[in-house]
């Protein structure tokens, strides 16, 4: 096996003496995840902005806006009504919401009270929001119209009242209690950055391998090829070297980007054998892609162009840009045929889950069946001769 090693590190030289394979391999990848991730990994930074013009400023419209203010839809901003209605127009904020005087009267003469949500037709959250604004106004109506009979019975005035009931009322009154449910107790949620993050890993690190796989045809080209098979190597220590180039490659560029993914935006990976067994699964899968199309091309240029078409199109079908959820369920059902969906439910349930070896179980099996059927087809048309 030495032969193989020799070769192996050969290719591997060759690979880092060039200035542009660290660009490819390392920053490409951190800047697509630090465009398509964001810059931060704090989610109230995404949450909308609406601008809020409270012109009764009576206590029930003080209260209105302050449960208003308790969601995670949004966050609200005071602002006068003129420069709200500009910036809606000119695309600044997602909306207005607009409490006009005699807000209070009206609930004082027990009639539904008027607020106004105001929205440019792109707005296309506008609808989720005026529910939750719907449902605050109810919960006003009911503690106002309990506070107002209460009042009425024991002939106390009506604020102090509704005081003592805004503070016993939950702050959502039919809420969902949110849990999250993960197989580790230190997991975090895969927010955009992490799934950018794994996704355009494995994206640049398939796009390398696209590269480095046709070297064979490139040795060929050139004579190498044939030269080495002229020297006391078998043709298993000939492949096998060259396999573990490519296999070793991949790792070292996964292995950077995990780390460098953690010290920059604070991405954690989850198990560390099971990350091991998925990444190793994922780059026998990528390595027998790129044999399989170097099997059907004849130059390093064909290689490289046909290779990173397929890469790029598989990986926006297998949700690398964007979560699979938000396509239609014939694309969803056509994803399951390509690698990267299955690389991206194994990261999942590492990443988000805190899963285990056990629960990536199926998505590396699918990976491995990857990898087989393209290494058979990809050594069959390996030609020695």
């Given at each position: 096996m030495r032969k193989a090693w020799a070769l192996c590190l050969f290719e591997l030289?060759?690979?880092?003496?060039?200035?542009?394979?660290?660009?490819?391999?390392?920053?490409?990848?951190?800047?697509?995840?630090?465009?398509?991730?964001?810059?931060?990994?704090?989610?109230?930074?995404?949450?909308?902005?609406?601008?809020?013009?409270?012109?009764?400023?009576?206590?029930?419209?003080?209260?209105?806006?302050?449960?208003?203010k308790e969601n995670e839809l949004f966050t609200l901003e005071s602002e006068s009504k003129q420069q709200a209605e500009q910036k809606v127009k000119d695309k600044e904020i997602g909306g207005l919401l607009y409490i006009p005087k005699g807000f209070a009267k009206q609930m004082l003469a027990e009639k539904n009270p008027t607020v106004t949500?105001?929205?440019?037709?792109?707005?296309?959250?506008?609808?989720?929001?005026?529910?939750?604004?719907?449902?605050?106004?109810?919960?006003?109506?009911?503690?106002?119209?309990?506070?107002?009979?209460?009042?009425?019975?024991?002939?106390?005035?009506?604020?102090?009242?509704?005081?003592?009931?805004?503070?016993?009322?939950?702050?959502?009154?039919?809420g969902v209690h949110k849990v999250e449910v993960k197989k580790g107790k230190a997991q975090t949620k895969l927010s955009n950055q992490s799934a950018r993050s794994a996704g355009f890993s494995m994206m640049f690190v398939m796009i390398v391998m696209m590269s480095v796989t046709g070297t064979i045809l490139e040795a060929k080209k050139s004579g190498v090829w044939y030269r080495m098979l002229s020297t006391p190597i078998s043709r298993f220590q000939l492949m096998s070297g060259y396999f573990m180039s490519f296999f070793l490659l991949g790792w070292i560029q996964f292995g950077i980007l995990m780390a460098a993914t953690s010290a920059l935006f604070d991405i954690r990976w989850g198990n560390p054998l099971g990350i091991a067994v998925l990444v190793s699964a994922l780059l026998l899968c990528v390595v027998g892609l790129g044999l399989f199309i170097a099997g059907f091309v004849t130059t390093t240029e064909q290689q490289s162009a046909m290779g990173n078409?397929?890469?790029?199109?598989?990986c926006m079908l297998g949700g690398v840009y964007w979560p699979l959820d938000v396509v239609p369920k014939f694309m969803q059902k056509i994803a399951e045929f390509v690698p990267q969906t299955w690389a991206m439910k194994g990261f999942t349930e590492l990443v988000a889950r805190g899963g285990g070896v056990a629960d990536i179980a199926l998505p590396v099996a699918v990976l491995l069946i990857f990898s087989a059927v393209f290494l058979v087809a990809g050594m069959s048309r390996v030609r020695f001769e």
């Open positions: 030289k060759r690979v880092f003496q060039k200035p542009q394979s660290y660009f490819l391999m390392f920053a490409m990848p951190l800047i697509f995840t630090l465009i398509f991730g964001g810059l931060s990994g704090d989610d109230s930074a995404d949450r909308m902005k609406l601008a809020v013009v409270d012109e009764d400023q009576s206590t029930l419209s003080k209260v209105f806006l302050q449960s208003v949500f105001k929205h440019g037709p792109e707005f296309v959250s506008a609808a989720a929001i005026s529910q939750m604004i719907n449902q605050n106004l109810i919960k006003l109506k009911m503690e106002f119209a309990a506070s107002l009979h209460s009042s009425r019975y024991t002939g106390e005035d009506w604020k102090p009242v509704f005081s003592k009931i805004v503070k016993k009322t939950p702050a959502a009154l039919a078409i397929i890469v790029i199109s598989t």
